[in-house]
């Protein structure tokens, strides 16, 4: 079995729970980095947030693609000459896919403002995050992409 290749930590925040936000200075230095080193990063923060479940192998599972496609799209490098594959645009929205995060932050020519953050998780762990934060401040997350949350709740207070 082959030695887990670690990234490095951006940032490190402290999160009680599963799942956190990214943004602002960890957002920067993430856009700055070059396509391997996202792909690297997003699954190992995730692997290491749910032991086991983000490992190389589950994820290619999951996402639909080889083994050998998301190595390449992690930067490994291939054969003798170490030659490193640029992923391919529908294997970075599978990965984007399976990571549930913004499609737009793997493009090189994406920037903080534009994304602004988002949430590193599970799905689940994402809608538990952000319907606390609903029911707490009594107003939608600004990461929080789903619309039909606020649909939703205000037909509940409407039914009352």
Not at 106 to 128: N, S, W
Request: net charge neutral.
């Amino acid at each position: 079995m082959a030695a887990r290749r670690r990234t490095g930590r951006l940032y490190w925040k402290a999160v009680k729970g599963r799942g956190r936000l990214v943004q602002t200075r960890e957002l920067s230095l993430l856009l700055n980095q070059t396509i391997w080193y996202k792909l690297s990063y997003i699954r190992e923060e995730l692997d290491d947030m749910y032991p086991g479940e983000y490992s190389i192998k589950n994820v290619a599972d999951s996402a639909g693609i080889s083994l050998q496609g998301l190595r390449d799209a992690e930067g490994y490098p291939r054969g003798q000459e170490g030659n490193v594959i640029t992923p391919r645009e529908s294997t970075l929205d599978k990965l984007a896919e399976a990571y549930v995060i913004p499609r737009r932050i793997l493009d090189d020519d994406c920037t903080p403002e534009e994304v602004g953050g988002f949430f590193l998780g599970k799905i689940e762990d994402k809608d538990a995050f952000f319907d606390g934060f609903y029911f707490t401040y009594r107003q939608q997350h600004k990461y929080d992409t789903r619309d039909w949350l606020i649909t939703q709740l205000s037909q509940l207070r409407i039914g009352r």
